[in-house]
């Protein structure tokens, strides 16, 4: 298949201190790809330079085949944050519209309305985010990154802050939405903590080391799709959740 | 639920009442166990058939004041949240004038009002001016602030979007910016009031200040404190007013407690 996003030899520098050093990757359409590594080693920086947020210092990224800043201005990019950054005097509903607005289409292929019956907050749509719990709040957030139908969906452990039970109810929501809306969204960069998330999730899994972050490894991962939870007990998943602990704790 | 509200209501506004009577009482009660001279300190009794007797003419007075104050007001609260406006979006232009902002903050605004009254005549224009100057400054630091402190990962958001300028300002920086100004906007209301009686101190002939300086002058301290106590009063409601509405406009965020 195609490759949707190639990046080439990016390194990224903060002032003098190295953050990420020569990172080259390639992610194909309709692949679930999860970024994982020690904390701070700079996968939220790889993220953001992935999607045109900050530049990087020398390298080369292409989406389809365009530069990421022609990607961004044709909003190609939905992002999740690790917080759900809504905007507190907006009711749930109007939270999810913010891109929308900002975009001025008053014509979205999929309401506002089905996106949030389809994240399982259909009747919420009037509530404010202090009304509302952590997981549901980030539902409205993960709403929002579809509204506009992106490409591709960047994801900054969007779960980190949850606990273990709505985190695991929402990767499988995610796995639901995810396969409800392939049709536009065809690759998700997943930036995680989680072994065993990231493992549950994704088709391929790049491994970062410390900091400087070079790509440690890069893992395919073969589990049938769709992904129930039966498979977390399954000896594949098991030994790849072990594969990558002991790669993990290599560095 | 309705009733646990109108109790605490009750609680609310009974428990100062009570005190309130407690104090007049302990106060009648030191005036005539102390032989206290009427010039000095007057009885409550007397303060109160003040206010009945002349409560039109007080209000008179205190309607002069109050139109000053929130003409000055209202005029400071405005050209403060432009001017804070404009410093928020060019960084010349707040380095050139943000220290005469502050040297106008910390000139003392009775050293001003002589010369205010020079240039303005000892009509409401001068009074308005006083007011607009000592109004002028929380507003401008609060919605500075207020526009400035966004949080770095909501403008990352923002930016995914690719939203522009006035999109970011407008949707983001515009209502994040509301409780601080509202915070301003209540810090005013009493520096309103002082603006525009420091001002009629100076010179005017009508308005609370002018009220509360001539009785002094003929020692009718009852009148003065009649005249102080309902600018008190106004000045708590002005208060009130502006509490109200922030908590209409900044719906979705507990008030700070002031």
């Known amino acids: ?251 | 639920m309705h009733k646990g509200n109108s109790q605490r209501g009750l609680k609310e506004i009974g428990i100062p009442i009570l005190f309130f009577v407690g104090i007049l009482i302990v106060w009648e009660v030191i005036i005539f166990l102390l032989h206290i001279p009427e010039y000095l300190l007057p009885r409550p009794v007397q303060i109160i058939s003040e206010i009945t007797v002349n409560f039109n003419s007080l209000l008179g007075h205190l309607g002069i004041t109050m139109l000053e104050a929130v003409f000055g007001y209202i005029i400071a609260n405005i050209i403060g949240f432009v001017v804070a406006v404009i410093f928020a979006h060019s960084k010349m232009v707040e380095r050139g004038f943000y220290p005469y902002a502050i040297a106008l903050q910390t000139t003392p605004i009775v050293a001003m009002a002589p010369l205010l009254v020079l240039w303005f005549g000892s009509g409401l224009a001068s009074k308005i001016a006083v007011t607009a100057i000592i109004c002028f400054f929380p507003i401008l630091v609060n919605t500075i602030k207020g526009l400035k402190f966004v949080d770095e990962n909501t403008i990352d958001l923002f930016k995914s979007y690719s939203a522009n300028k006035w999109q970011i300002f407008v949707k983001l920086r515009l209502p994040n910016s509301m409780p601080y100004i509202f915070s301003a906007l209540k810090i005013s209301t009493s520096l309103a009031l002082v603006g525009a009686i420091v001002g009629e101190f100076v010179g005017a002939s009508k308005g609370i200040g002018y009220l509360i300086l001539t009785s002094s002058y003929h020692l009718e301290t009852a009148i003065m404190f009649a005249a102080i106590i309902i600018s008190a009063i106004a000045g708590v409601l002005f208060f009130k007013v502006i509490s109200f509405i922030e908590k209409k406009v900044i719906f979705w965020q507990k008030p700070e407690e002031f």
């Not at chain 1, 030899?9 to 002032?15: F, R, V």
């Not at chain 1, 913010?98 to 979205?108: A, S, Y």
């Not at chain 1, 995610?174 to 999730?201: D, G, Q, Y």
């Open chain 1, 1 to 251: 298949m195609e490759s949707i996003i190639k990046v080439e030899n990016i390194s990224k520098n903060y002032d003098k201190l190295p953050v990420l050093d020569n990172i080259n990757l390639s992610v194909k359409e309709g692949e679930f790809v999860s970024i994982i590594g020690p904390s701070g080693c700079g996968k939220t920086t790889l993220l953001k330079i992935l999607g045109g947020l900050i530049p990087a210092t020398s390298g080369d990224i292409k989406i389809r085949g365009s530069p990421v800043k022609v990607a961004l201005e044709r909003r190609e990019f939905g992002f999740v944050f690790q917080n759900p950054i809504l905007l507190p005097w907006r009711t749930a509903l109007k939270n999810t519209e913010l891109p929308l607005e900002i975009f001025g289409n008053n014509n979205p292929q999929i309401s506002s309305k089905k996106l949030l019956k389809i994240v399982g907050l259909e009747g919420f749509e009037n509530y404010y985010p202090k009304e509302l719990s952590g997981g549901m709040q980030q539902r409205i957030a993960i709403a929002r990154a579809l509204t506009f139908e992106p490409a591709i969906l960047l994801m900054d452990e969007p779960f980190g802050a949850l606990d273990e039970i709505t985190r695991n109810k929402m990767n499988l929501e995610l796995l639901r939405v995810w396969k409800e809306e392939k049709a536009t969204i065809s690759a998700v960069i997943f930036v995680t903590h989680s072994i065993p998330e990231a493992v549950f999730l994704s088709d391929k899994i790049i491994i970062l080391s410390k900091r400087p972050a070079k790509i440690e490894k890069v893992l395919e991962i073969n589990l049938p799709r769709p992904r129930k939870v039966e498979v977390k007990y399954s000896k594949k998943y098991i030994g790849l959740v072990k594969c990558i602990r002991e790669i993990l704790k290599e560095d």
